[in-house]
DNA sequence: TTGTAAGCGTTATCAT
DNA sequence: ATGATAACGCTTACAA
């Protein structure tokens, strides 16, 4: 379909000046007379002018745009850190590109293709291999990296994660339990690597030995067909100590199947403190992720380098909090961790 | 930052052709000898060769993008949808750009800066002014409206709701349940309009008189506030048909609150079936959208006009169900509804 | 302060 | 079948 707004040289020929003084006046350059400014000013509004973002990013090697790249999976997780990037990134006028990977193999191609029409973007998790990211890093590329293993001194954002993990467990020690389950994939992703580290230093240091984990999926029917698996081995175990909520709830329902009493016969507890975690049945002793926060946060990051206002490398950590409710055992007061 | 990647020129000079030749070897053209179809190949692929995709819209008049516009809220009806849409849509090769509208004032003038960076764009419930989009309609960009009352003859996708909320209200009325209260804002969104029309009606037809609708946000807070408000002015109701799930589960907790049992004291019903609602205590009656299918098939509606798969306008009505859990009264089977 | 003109990297229309 | 070359609409030196 043709153009259907009016270009810069109608809005010139009509305000009787050259395009290039339009250009200024649209970048709201100082060097131009407030008369021809008003004059161009009205032209423009007139003629309902609105520039060529093709243009404009051919001419100006400048898209107005930045780019989310994540696995998908769906889940609350993702929508709820995209949402947050997305409030944060349009407020500043810059438009959204979102890109599921999805486990594609064509990921890493797809990546590229998107980092040619943007001044930057956010690289979620485990979604694309490190050469690509350090590649686009290289080019100039602005790039942030959003729970994911830092590239090179790229900017990065994440939640903590080893310090919940450990008060996560110094709690659950305090509760009495001994014989614990890990139920997760430290390898699916560098979030889960740290919780997986910060429960077997806890174990570790009270003379324990820490499990290997028990691998699962991230989704809650993950979760359950590993709990199920896990309790139908009649490995004994205290407590399960999932990944996510949602595996985690998986696990309760597993173990209700197996006419387990939680927290009685065996507690639970999950991460991120997804909206479900406070219904949830008993209700999930969790660890809560700023969600949104992390999409904002990326957001800003990604910005302010590409605008120039920041040069020197930067890796925020947003602090994380245990929530406790029943899953784990006797109610006890809330803690929390930076 | 400077292009990294190689132009059109070096790949030509490279396989001793035109750039004519070059673009019409990338564009899959069929008059090209293959012996310089191959050398043009090679020198591509030697070269890293990627087209510039500012260079080409600006040329080609086509961007290879689309856009999902939404009101946000967040929650879980927005993400699934606007996932669903770029999972059909990235598999067809078109970037995606997402557009919250936050109820901001400049939201019309966002979409239209939108609208020229798309193809072609989504939608969704009441984000922009009818003239807006029917000034895109008419200026032949492509839209489909999604879960949106249908502009002139623009292509549409919408859930079942009238007919759905006949069936629940009539599987109310088989409980028992004498007393109604629609909570949530007809006027809010054409969705629940066609609720409470249906609602309505069933009412109408069984020689009740219809409630006036009892305005309440889409936020589980919203529904808290709504239903407590509606609670301690001691009208007596019977069952409380809620807009959507969360603003169900808001009333959920508030009659709690007031010490009711559900769904003895007071039946609720919710809509959508988000996640939430099978394991809220008790499980929560509510009619099930297909939320990541209304986004698959807004893609492909849109992808196919683009493309000029389709000429003639199309209206896409998905199935929805009742979901019949405890919420609502003693149990009964399932039944369905299109 | 304002205008001229040279790119920016494609696509597409002619010739050849 | 291939090559010149003119758009496409803007930004940005460089001149005036």
């Known amino acids: 379909m043709p153009r259907t707004t009016s270009t ?143 590239v090179g001194t790229a900017d990065a954002v994440r939640a903590e994660n080893t310090e919940a993990a450990r008060a996560l467990t110094v709690h659950l020690l305090a509760h009495g339990h001994r014989r614990f389950t890990f139920l997760g994939e430290p390898k699916g992703s560098p979030d889960v690597s740290e919780r997986y580290a910060g429960f077997s230093a806890v174990l570790d240091e009270a003379g324990l030995e820490p499990p290997a984990p028990v691998r699962s999926g991230f989704r809650e029917l993950d979760g359950y067909r590993a709990a199920a698996d896990l309790l139908d081995r009649a490995d004994s175990t205290d407590v399960v100590v999932a990944a996510n909520d949602e595996i985690a709830i998986g696990a309760i329902r597993a173990a209700r199947e197996r006419q387990l009493r939680i927290p009685d016969d065996l507690a639970i507890t999950g991460w991120d403190d997804i909206a479900l975690s406070e219904h949830v049945s008993p209700g999930l002793t969790t660890v809560r992720q700023p969600l949104r926060e992390l999409g904002k946060t990326a957001a800003t990051l990604l910005i302010d380098r590409i605008r120039g206002l920041r040069t020197e490398p930067c890796q925020v950590l947003l602090p994380t909090s245990l929530v406790t409710r029943a899953s784990c055992g006797a109610h006890e007061e809330q803690e929390d961790t930076r």
């Open 8 to 150: 810069i040289y109608q809005v010139a020929r009509r305000a009787g000046v050259s395009i290039a003084t339009v250009s200024r006046v649209q970048a709201g350059h100082h060097a131009v007379t407030p008369a021809t400014r008003e004059r161009v000013h009205r032209a423009i509004h007139e003629l309902g002018y609105r520039p060529s973002s093709s243009a404009r990013a051919l001419a100006g090697q400048r898209h107005d745009a930045t780019g989310v790249v994540f696995p998908n999976l769906s889940g609350p997780y993702y929508s709820e850190v995209i949402l947050g990037y997305e409030e944060r990134a349009s407020e500043e006028g810059e438009s959204v590109f979102i890109l599921g990977t999805h486990g594609r193999a064509r990921a890493n191609e797809q990546v590229a293709e998107l980092a040619d029409r943007v001044d930057g973007l956010v690289v979620m998790g485990r979604t694309v291999d490190d050469d690509v990211v350090e590649h686009m890093h290289e080019a100039g590329i602005p790039v942030v990296m959003l729970a994911r293993p830092p």
